[in-house]
């Protein structure tokens, strides 16, 4: 193996094996097993005996050994009784109560952790029990649409939400902000949070099990008051006197550093604070000059004077009194430090110290940074299943598998050696990009999904790319190892252009988008730099070893598209001018259905509750969601139309279907009671509810409420998308027009517009007119939208790079014969990418289910959209930027300038 492949080699093996160490396990342990095995308690064995075995045969570690594995069965037993006897939720909750109780010391069960640097037992047993949970559970972790989680529901305090309606509302909002914020900090990715009524928020968490983390909501709902109150100059608090007139009595806990134990130190505080928490910026974890945690806070510039002017009063008093004096920082009631003041301090900016761990710290800067306006209590609690229907998971990762099928057999038919070597490093490239969602934390959910199946195009596309520029060399004559070397050279900017255009709209994506535009963001980011390694390092090294040592002998199969011809641009005008008018139907047929194409997601709708005796399952909610309209009208004729369920049924009947309908199954935290949640369109909760007891006599199904719900994709999420993308076609004209020159910038942003808007036009007009899907749109059929924006920008970049290294090769023809000649060349590339594309969303249209077939629609107009464009759109208005001179790409791309004779420019340059 020669230097040239080994460290490609070596640097693919330590990828790789990263990758697979970062999403190890894949499936969370659960938590029992997982401390049993930690702790290494075997089944079975009688510990008791063998540390009687081992006291009588004075080995003293092993009597140590044994000693302490009796001791945590025993201890691990007591626990599993209070879940059984439901007096705890969890092991992991009973195990922190009794060792509070017991003043035990959980890390000394498991000798392989050290925890000695933490003195504080009660902390010390937290970071060890959150430690073990944390090994304990799955390096992936799956959104609320796959997997499910916990829903919470905030109720406002009234007497602090009072005001009109109107008023009312904006306190509701900015609550709902505040806590989307709070949530995001937390590291929950894809969120649900929406209003609920007019004084409640419902948020629902992915991955999250209160069960495990019971702190977690009394994190995302606390006040955060934060008070900055003066500390009585001569009065001791300590003597257990009576308080002054105008103070408090507050204690501040404190860590004995040579104990570890917590000890009190009592103040006087003034009741009436010389500054709040409204005068905080932001505020940020840190660690502290001497050791330990604390939270840094900036103040605003109003609150920075303040805050300068009351330590400059009190470092006056200090002076006048001969006493040192002291602001104390109060945090929800609670003193958290009291310290001294000497001068005045005027750069805006204190310091909170006090007992924190790591996590208390960064919680508290967190609740500081959006403090709330409106006092909330939890209304409701309960654990939340998969809002997308098993039987529409199954099958559509049964889909997946047939079109993961067809490419495999597409590419090892049409490639043969080199196709196989291809597959493999796709499949490299999803582990890391698999990976990377395990190391960032972040939450797979369908919009992730959609990045990856994006990710995979691109990747596939690389490597026909890589394979069609060897076909190339070795038709030129080149010998095997020649031609796959110059045949990388030439195709690498090329596949850097592409991956470096969507790129950048990936990146503003995670940057500026939240929820599931933020999600697709992400796992296409990582995606895009997975891809560039697997095709350019990975895919290299495997194919030159094997080439250099005579095993892959055949490097390409069969031929398709070979010397084409066609001339494309004679075509421009009618193709151009087709194209747009499907545009503007699409575009007519939006506006014409605008109050019917938003789901729930955009537009908020109606939450029904249900109760029952006999389980359903959310295929079957689908079922019924999805009855015909003249059922519909059957259900409606035994209803009076003058009463609410009546009034639903014409609702229904006036929109031609119940629209979006999801569904959940819920049971309430601390108890056995268990609900069907629905969500419906506006005034569409009751009539489904009666059709659903129709539709299904026999599971004892019980109306139990309907409330209107908000939006879920709330007004910041739309408008950060918006901006999003409006930024990114900014970024992607400016990189094409720096790469390349203005015209390629332009067609480029131009072919993206007309692909995003064609692909929503017939999506709408496909779902109201043909029913070929539903559409409507939903949160994660954002994602879909950005995948389609994603290949397209892919498409054209390929296409350009071509025209530009044709304009250098051949510095005699016109530039209509040079972009005839690039897209030719191109056209086995982007057909074959197009096609092993097509077979996998086209699996996943048949086969799938739910609204994932909603996600193979759009991707199968974006795929036609996306190649078309790139021939008919974004190379023809490359083409009349420049008029169809050379000379004026080469003047602004600052090429040589060649010497032309009459006639070096199409025949209609003027008017073309």
């Not at 330590?311 to 929800?332: F, K, P, Y």
């Not at 490597?463 to 070397?485: P, S």
């Not at 070893?545 to 069969?558: E, Q």
Request: net charge negative.
């Amino acid at each position: 193996m020669n230097g040239k492949i080994l460290w490609k080699f070596v640097l693919s093996a330590l990828i790789f094996a990263w990758a697979v160490s970062t999403i190890s396990p894949v499936k969370d342990t659960p938590f029992e097993q997982f401390i049993v095995e930690e702790a290494g308690i075997e089944q079975g064995v009688d510990y008791k005996a063998q540390l009687e075995a081992a006291l009588a045969a004075k080995k003293d570690k092993a009597a140590e050994e044994a000693a302490r594995k009796q001791a945590f069965a025993s201890i691990l037993a007591e626990a599993q009784a209070l879940v059984d006897g439901g007096k705890q939720p969890s092991v992991y909750v009973a195990l922190g109560r009794i060792a509070k109780e017991r003043k035990l010391d959980i890390s000394s069960y498991f000798p392989q952790y050290t925890l000695a640097d933490v003195p504080n037992l009660d902390k010390r047993n937290t970071i060890m029990l959150r430690e073990l949970l944390r090994r304990s559970q799955g390096r992936l972790r799956f959104g609320l649409d796959l997997a499910g989680g916990v829903a919470v529901t905030f109720k406002a305090n009234e007497s602090q939400l009072a005001g009109d309606a109107f008023e009312r509302g904006s306190k509701m909002d900015k609550a709902r902000e505040i806590i989307s914020r709070r949530v995001d900090s937390l590291g929950v990715a894809e969120p649900v949070i929406r209003l609920k009524g007019d004084d409640r928020i419902e948020v629902q968490m992915p991955g999250v099990s209160t069960r495990d983390n019971p702190d977690i909501i009394s994190t995302i709902g606390k006040p955060a008051v934060l008070e900055f109150c003066l500390v009585h100059r001569s009065a001791d608090a300590r003597s257990g006197g009576a308080a002054p007139l105008g103070y408090r009595r507050l204690v501040e806990e404190r860590d004995d550093p040579k104990t570890g134990r917590l000890y009190e130190v009592p103040y006087f505080v003034k009741s009436i604070p010389e500054m709040t928490g409204k005068s905080v910026k932001n505020a940020r974890a840190a660690m502290g000059q001497f050791g330990g945690n604390e939270v840094l806070i900036s103040f605003t510039d109003e609150g920075s004077k303040r805050f300068a002017d009351l330590t400059r009063h009190i470092a006056e008093e200090n002076a006048r009194t001969n006493s040192v004096g002291q602001l104390a920082i109060i945090l929800d009631g609670k003193l958290q430090s009291a310290p001294s003041v000497r001068e005045a301090i005027t750069g805006g900016s204190a310091s909170i110290t006090g007992s924190f761990s790591q996590r208390e710290a960064i919680d508290l800067a967190n609740v500081l940074e959006n403090p709330l306006e409106v006092g909330l209590i939890v209304d409701e609690m309960s654990e939340v299943g998969p809002t997308l229907a098993a039987g529409a998971k199954e099958a559509s990762y049964g889909a997946s598998v047939i079109g993961g099928a067809l490419v495999i057999a597409f590419m090892i038919l049409y490639y043969w050696g080199s196709g196989i070597i291809a597959i493999v490093t796709v499949c490299f490239n999803i582990l890391i990009v698999l990976a990377g969602l395990s190391y960032f934390g972040a939450t797979l959910t369908l919009p992730g999904v959609a990045a990856l199946v994006l990710t995979i195009g691109m990747a596939v596309d690389s490597n026909i790319l890589i394979l069609e520029r060897v076909r190339e060399e070795l038709r030129a004559g080149k010998d095997r190892l020649a031609a796959l070397e110059i045949g990388f050279n030439k195709v690498t900017s090329t596949i850097v252009d592409a991956n470096v255009t969507t790129l950048i709209t990936s990146s503003l994506l995670a940057w500026l988008g939240t929820g599931a535009v933020k999600g697709f963001g992400v796992t296409l980011t990582i995606g895009i730099f997975g891809t560039m390694f697997c095709s350019l390092i990975a895919s290299r090294w495997i194919m030159e070893l094997l080439v250099s040592k005579n095993i892959l002998k055949r490097m390409v199969g069969f031929e398709l598209f070979s010397n084409c011809k066609f001339k494309f641009l004679d075509y421009r005008k009618p193709a151009f001018v087709g194209s747009w008018c499907l545009v503007t139907l699409g575009i007519f047929g939006v506006t014409t259905h605008w109050n019917t194409i938003f789901g729930v997601d955009f537009v908020g709708g109606d939450e029904v509750t249900m109760s029952y005796t006999q389980e359903l399952t959310v295929a079957d909610v689908d079922k019924v969601s999805s009855i015909s309209i003249a059922q519909i009208q059957t259900y409606a004729a035994n209803t009076d139309p003058k009463t609410p369920i009546g009034e639903s049924y014409a609702s229904a009947i006036a929109h031609g279907s119940f629209g979006e309908v999801t569904a959940s199954f819920q049971t309430t935290i601390g108890t056995d009671d268990h609900a069907l949640k629905l969500q419906t369109r506006h005034l569409m909760g009751q009539s489904f509810a009666d059709a659903l007891q129709k539709a299904y006599p026999d599971a004892g199904l019980s109306l139990l409420s309907v409330q209107q719900i908000g939006p879920a994709v709330g007004k910041e999420v739309a408008e950060s998308a918006i901006i999003s993308l409006l930024v990114a076609l900014l970024g992607i004209g400016l990189y094409v027009a720096l790469r390349f020159e203005w015209g390629y910038g332009i067609g480029a942003v131009v072919a993206t517009i007309h692909d995003g808007a064609m692909t929503v036009g017939m999506f709408v007009l496909f779902g109201e007119y043909l029913g070929l899907g539903s559409g409507q749109f939903t949160s994660p059929m954002i994602a879909a939208i950005l995948m389609v924006l994603g290949y397209s920008i892919n498409d054209t970049i390929v296409v350009f790079d071509r025209i530009r290294e044709e304009l250098e090769l051949n510095p005699t023809m016109t530039l209509r014969d040079i972009v005839h000649l690039a897209i030719n060349r191109t056209l086995a590339r982007t057909l074959l990418t197009s096609i092993t594309t097509f077979l996998a969303t086209f699996a996943l249209f048949l086969f799938a289910a739910g609204v994932v077939v909603d996600f193979a629609l759009v991707f199968l107009i974006g795929i036609f959209t996306g190649t078309f464009s790139s021939i008919f759109i974004a190379s023809p208005v490359f083409y009349w930027y420049h008029k169809g001179d050379r000379r004026k790409v080469e003047e602004e791309h600052k090429e040589p300038v060649y010497d032309w004779h009459s006639g070096e420019t199409d025949e209609e340059p003027a008017n073309s």
